[in-house]
């Protein structure tokens, strides 16, 4: 089973820049697929970014698109969101994901994901 650990929210304010960071015990088959969501209470959990780990591939929501970017340091096991111009609409617990290479499913869809780490909070005030 693959563990998935964040790190990195916090309280900023409106125009502030945060980075978290998600640690993986392991790579796998699993773990081809890497992304971020983002929920808020009373609403669905919302992709946010991804990456293929294989070949760097990435895709973002249009929500946030510009502002934030994710990579990865394959060494270190561990995927990154940097996330820049943040925005009061953009408070929510942010989870890391994983999953694997091939799906019916879109990265956007939260079903496709196996693994998920515990999620940390972001809190952006105006």
């Known amino acids: 089973q693959v563990q998935l650990v964040e790190s990195g929210g916090g309280s900023v304010q409106a125009g502030g820049s945060l980075r978290l960071s998600c640690a993986a015990s392991?790579?796998?088959?699993?773990?081809?697929?890497m992304g971020w969501f983002r929920q808020v209470p009373g609403k669905e959990r919302e992709g946010v970014a991804v990456?293929?780990?294989?070949?760097?591939?990435?895709y973002y929501a249009d929500s946030v698109k510009g502002r934030f970017t994710i990579s990865q340091d394959n060494a270190k096991r561990t995927l990154y969101l940097q996330m820049n111009s943040l925005q009061p609409e953009d408070t929510a617990m942010y989870y890391c994901?994983?999953?694997?290479?091939?799906?019916?499913?879109?990265?956007?869809?939260?079903?496709?994901?196996?693994?998920w780490g515990q999620g940390t909070q972001v809190t952006v005030s105006s």
């Open positions: 994901a994983a999953g694997p290479l091939s799906s019916a499913l879109k990265w956007t869809e939260f079903l496709r994901y196996r693994h």
């Open positions: 392991a790579y796998t088959s699993t773990t081809s697929l």
């Open positions: 990456i293929y780990t294989g070949v760097g591939s990435t």
